[in-house]
C-alpha cells in the first residue's frame, strides 16, 4: 500500500531542486505581505493622480476627434498649441506606487478567486475534515486503510481544483527524465547516513516543518475566509516600521486572517516537536503533511502532457526498483521521522506481537506526483472542453481505482508495494482514453499548457 514510500515525498522536492526553485520562489507570492488586499481599485487611484498615469488632451480637441486628416491635425498644433497633446512623464517614484497598487488588486482577486473555489468544494473539504475523526472511532486496520485512501483520493481532487495566487513552475522534459535519477541520489544519501550511524533525522524533519509553516499560512487563508465573517478578514493589522521596511510593505499593514493562519502554522509546528509520542500526536503530523502537499500542487505544473509522461514512466521504474529490489526505501521510510507522510497507527501483528514500525503509512510522494497529473487534466478541460467525459474526474476516479488496487494487493501479499506501480498507469491510461472518447486523442498526445504570464507594468493610457 505503498508502505515506505517517504522517499517519493524527497522526490517531490527534489522536482523543486531540479526546477532550481527555491523557498521564496515557491511562495513569496503567497506571502501574507501578498494579501494586503483591500485597497482602493486602482483605476479609482489612478484617477485622483491623473496627472501622473492617463494622457490628457486639453477639451477642445474633442471637437475634432472625426477630423481624420492627418496634416490638419499637424498645422492645429501648430497654429493653436493649446490644442496640442500634453504627454507629462511618469517619475520613478509614481511608476513604484502605480505598480505596486496594481499588484494588490490583482493579488486581492486572486484570493477571492481562492475563497470562492474552496466554497465551490465545501463538501470534498467537509469530507476530508470528518475523515480525521476516524481515529476516535477505531484503529483497526480497515479503518487505517480507509483513512488513508479517503485522505490521499481527497487531496488529490480538493488540489487539483484549487486556485493559486501566483503561476506555477513549468517541469520542463529534460528536467522530468532526470528526475528519477536525482531522487535516486537523494535518498541513497539518506539511507548512507543512516547506516553509519548519522542520523538526519531532526534536521530533515526540522526543514520539512519549516515549510509546513509556510504552506499552512498559505493553504488556511481560503479555508479561513470561508469559515470567519467578512469583516475578519478585511481587517488589517499595522506592524512595526522595521518589519515594514524589511517586507516592502506600503501601507505598513498585514491582513488579520494572514497572521492567524501564520499563528496557526507557527503553534502546529510547536506542538509537532513538543516531547509527546507519535502515537498521541499522528494527526497533527498529518496536517501539516497535507498542507505542504496542497502548496506542491499548487506550486508545481507539467507543462505537458509528453512531460508528464516522461516524468511518471520514470517514477515508475524507479519505485518498483528500490520498493522490491532492495531494502533502502524501507530503512529510509521507518528511520526518519518527518511530516512528509499519512500515517495511521497500525494494530498488533496476527500473532499479537508489537510492530516494528507502528504505523500504516503512505508517502506523500504517492500523493503529489499523480496529483500533479491530476491537476494537469483540468487544465486540459479548461483548453479542450471536452463534450463527453471531464478529464480531472476520470483522472481522480483513476487515482482511486489505483490506489485501491496497491491496497488490495499489500493486503493479499502482506508486503510494502510501490504505489506508484499502481497509480502512473492509471492516471496517463485515464487520459489517453478520455482523448479517445472524446475524439481528442491527438490533442491530448500534443497538449501544451500555456504559460501564464506575470502582469505586465503597462499603463493605462485614457485620451
Known amino acids: 500500500m505503498g508502505l515506505l514510500a517517504i522517499s517519493k515525498i524527497i522526490l517531490a522536492y527534489c522536482l523543486l531542486s531540479c526546477l532550481v526553485i527555491t523557498p521564496s520562489q515557491c511562495f513569496s507570492q503567497q506571502s501574507l505581505s501578498s494579501r494586503n488586499r483591500h485597497v482602493p481599485p486602482v483605476n479609482i487611484l489612478q484617477k485622483k493622480n491623473r496627472d501622473a498615469t492617463r494622457i490628457f488632451a486639453s477639451s477642445e480637441t474633442s471637437d475634432n476627434t472625426q477630423n481624420t486628416n492627418p496634416f490638419k491635425k499637424i498645422f492645429d498644433s501648430i497654429l493653436s498649441p493649446s490644442k496640442a497633446v500634453i504627454l507629462p512623464v511618469e517619475t520613478e517614484e509614481q511608476k513604484r506606487i502605480r505598480l505596486e497598487l496594481e499588484r494588490r488588486q490583482e493579488l486581492a482577486d486572486a484570493e477571492n478567486r481562492r475563497a470562492v473555489r474552496t466554497k465551490e468544494d465545501a463538501i470534498p ?37 484549487q486556485e493559486v495566487i501566483s503561476p506555477a513552475e513549468q517541469i520542463k522534459k529534460e528536467n522530468a527524465a532526470v528526475a528519477p535519477i536525482f531522487a535516486s541520489f537523494s535518498i541513497l544519501i539518506l539511507y548512507a547516513l543512516l547506516k553509519s550511524g548519522i542520523d538526519p533525522t531532526a534536521l530533515y524533519a526540522f526543514g520539512v516543518s519549516a515549510f509546513g509553516v509556510i504552506a499552512i499560512s498559505d493553504i488556511g487563508v481560503p479555508l ?26 506600503d501601507p505598513p499593514t498585514l491582513p488579520l486572517d494572514g497572521l492567524t493562519t501564520l499563528a496557526l502554522g507557527i503553534l502546529c509546528t510547536a506542538l509537532y516537536w513538543s516531547p509527546i509520542a507519535m502515537e498521541q500526536k499522528f494527526l497533527l503530523s498529518n496536517f501539516i503533511a497535507w498542507a505542504l502537499a496542497m502548496t506542491s500542487l499548487g506550486s508545481i505544473s507539467l507543462g505537458s502532457f509528453q512531460t508528464a509522461v516522461i516524468l511518471l514512466s520514470g517514477l515508475f521504474f524507479y519505485d518498483i526498483f528500490w520498493v522490491f529490489g532492495t531494502d533502502v526505501m524501507m530503512t529510509v521510510a521507518t528511520k526518519i521521522e518527518a511530516p512528509i507522510k499519512f500515517i495511521y497507527p497500525a494494530p498488533p501483528n496476527i500473532d499479537g506481537s508489537i510492530r516494528a514500525y507502528p504505523f ?39 487515482y482511486g481505482v489505483g490506489l485501491a488496487s ?53 499603463i493605462e493610457i485614457e485620451l
Open 224 to 249: 479561513l475566509r470561508n469559515l470567519l465573517p467578512a469583516s475578519f478578514s478585511s481587517t488589517e493589522i499595522e506592524v512595526p516600521e522595521k518589519v515594514a521596511n524589511k517586507l516592502q510593505l
Open 125 to 161: 473539504y467537509l469530507l476530508l475534515l470528518s475523515i480525521q475523526f476516524l481515529p476516535l472511532v477505531s484503529t483497526d486496520r480497515a479503518v487505517g486503510i480507509f483513512y488513508l485512501f479517503g485522505t490521499a483520493l481527497g487531496t488529490v481532487y480538493v488540489g487539483g481544483r
Open 360 to 398: 500504516s503509512v503512505l508517502g506523500l510522494g504517492d500523493i503529489v506526483i499523480p496529483g500533479l497529473f491530476v491537476r494537469f487534466m483540468g487544465v486540459m478541460d479548461k483548453e479542450l472542453k471536452p463534450e463527453k467525459i471531464s478529464y480531472l474526474n476520470a483522472g481522480a476516479i483513476a
Open 406 to 458: 496497491c491496497f488490495i494487493v499489500n493486503e493479499i501479499t502482506h508486503a510494502g508495494q510501490p504505489a506508484l506501480l499502481y497509480l502512473d498507469p492509471a492516471c496517463i491510461g485515464s487520459a489517453l482514453a478520455c482523448g479517445a472518447v472524446n475524439g481528442q486523442l491527438e490533442k491530448v498526445w500534443n497538449f501544451e499548457e500555456i504559460q501564464q504570464s506575470q502582469p505586465s507594468d503597462s
